[in-house]
Structures are given as structure tokens and as C-alpha cells.
T-cell receptor
Framework: EDQVTQSPEALRLQEGESSSLNCSYTVSGLRGLFWYRQDPGKGPEFLFTLYSAGEEKEKERLKATLTKKESFLHITAPKPEDSATYLCAVQALGYSTLTFGKGTMLLVSP | DAGVIQSPRHEVTEMGQEVTLRCKPISGHNSLFWYRQTMMRGLELLIYFNNNVPIDDSGMPEDRFSAKMPNASFSTLKIQPSEPRDSAVYFC????????????????FGAGSRLTVL
């Protein structure tokens, strides 16, 4: 059974204070690892897909990295508008569905 | 594109009543997913359709839950009878799967339907 564990559950940062969110996963064979952002009262919004260990992707202040067991979402010099819940999900080879972690709730204070 | 459209956005009902949630996927997408989100369990897959055919309904909690996709532009999730433990946010998502199902499956989510069962 695919498993995704995210840590920490919640993270509070000051504006400009860089940090990382962790996503540990167990999957029989990885098709893709996904990061989504979810704002309160809204559905998850796609950020990145990573396919293989060593891969990195960037978008503005966010950079996602992948190893064989975990993924990190690095947030550089965050701003208050980066406050959201960040969700990690995996898709196993041969399957079309995604298994999600419970998310990390990020709050960036001015 | 209007994205994935869900209705109603909020539903408050009493235990025992029937609840129907509706979803219009993105035009051209051939896969549709129903997820449920709670604080305790996070996002859980309920059912997945491909080309309007249910492929995996192993996440449907019990016989009180049913889902249909009569055509490519409409799906419903029905709960009958509803119970307080069904209170959650229900999300519909759609994607375009290539023939053979290869490649990563990027889901686009709707805004969700928040269900409260009293």
C-alpha cells in the first residue's frame, strides 16, 4: 500500500526566513511525485511533478527535490502570500490514482 | 476554461437525508476522481472513472455511497442515508489520461463541496 507522510504538520515562519517541508513516501514503483498548494476554502492547485531521484524543479520562491525515499519543498525568502497548506502525493507505476499526504500548513508572518 | 465545477459549495442536512453532490469536469478530460478531505484523514480517494466507466471504487466507504458518470461532462456522488461522520469536504478532480495510461497524471481539482450532516 502506498504511503505518504509529511512533516512538519504545521510551520510558522517570519517573512524572509527560508525553510523546507518534507514528504516521505513508500510506493512499489514511482510514476510521479506531486506537490500541490491548497488555500483555505479552495481545492488543491498543482505545483510540480517529479519523476526520478535527483530531479529538481523551481517556481518563484519554491524548489522541489526528489530522492528515492523523500521529497523536499524548499521555500526561499517566503512572503505572506506563500501561506497555504502544501500537499504531497504519489502515483505508482501502472496506476492512475494519486495517494496524498495530510499536508503541511505553512504560515508566513510579515 | 472554467475549470472543474462543483455544486453545491455548501450543504447542511440532517442525518438520514439524501445528499447529491455534482461535478462538471474540464472539457476534454477523460478521467474523473472523487476525493474526500477531513482533518483526521486528509484527502482520500473515493472513486475513479475513466471514459465514464468506474475503474476503482475501493475507497467508497459503504453501500450508502454511490457515484455515477452518465456522460463525459457530468458526475454525481450520492449519499443515502447521510450520517454525521460523512461530514467533510468532497472534491472532484479531472485529468487527461493518454491511451494506455502512461505518464504522470496531473489532477485539476474543483473548489469542493463542504457537507455538514447534523
Amino acid at each position: 500500500e502506498d504511503q505518504v507522510t509529511q512533516s512538519p504538520e504545521a510551520l510558522r515562519l517570519q517573512e524572509g526566513e527560508s525553510s523546507s517541508l518534507n514528504c516521505s513516501y513508500t510506493v512499489s514503483g514511482l510514476r510521479g511525485l506531486f506537490w500541490y498548494r491548497q488555500d483555505p476554502g479552495k481545492g488543491p492547485e498543482f505545483l510540480f511533478t517529479l519523476y526520478s531521484a535527483g530531479e529538481e524543479k523551481e517556481k518563484e520562491r519554491l524548489k522541489a527535490t526528489l530522492t528515492k525515499k523523500e521529497s523536499f519543498l524548499h521555500i526561499t525568502a517566503p512572503k505572506p502570500e506563500d501561506s497555504a497548506t502544501y500537499l504531497c502525493a504519489v502515483q505508482a507505476l501502472g496506476y492512475s490514482t494519486l495517494t496524498f499526504g495530510k499536508g503541511t500548513m505553512l504560515l508566513v508572518s510579515p | 476554461d472554467a475549470g472543474v465545477i462543483q455544486s453545491p459549495r455548501h450543504e447542511v442536512t440532517e442525518m438520514g437525508q439524501e445528499v447529491t453532490l455534482r461535478c462538471k469536469p474540464i472539457s476534454g478530460h477523460n478521467s474523473l476522481f472523487w476525493y474526500r478531505q477531513t482533518m483526521m484523514r486528509g484527502l482520500e480517494l473515493l472513486i475513479y472513472f475513466n471514459n465514464n466507466v468506474p475503474i476503482d471504487d475501493s475507497g467508497m466507504p459503504e453501500d450508502r455511497f454511490s457515484a455515477k458518470m452518465p456522460n463525459a461532462s457530468f458526475s454525481t456522488l450520492k449519499i443515502q442515508p447521510s450520517e454525521p461522520r460523512d461530514s467533510a469536504v468532497y472534491f472532484c478532480a479531472s485529468s487527461l489520461r493518454l491511451q494506455g495510461g502512461v505518464g504522470a497524471n496531473v489532477l485539476t481539482f474543483g473548489a469542493g463541496s463542504r457537507l455538514t450532516v447534523l
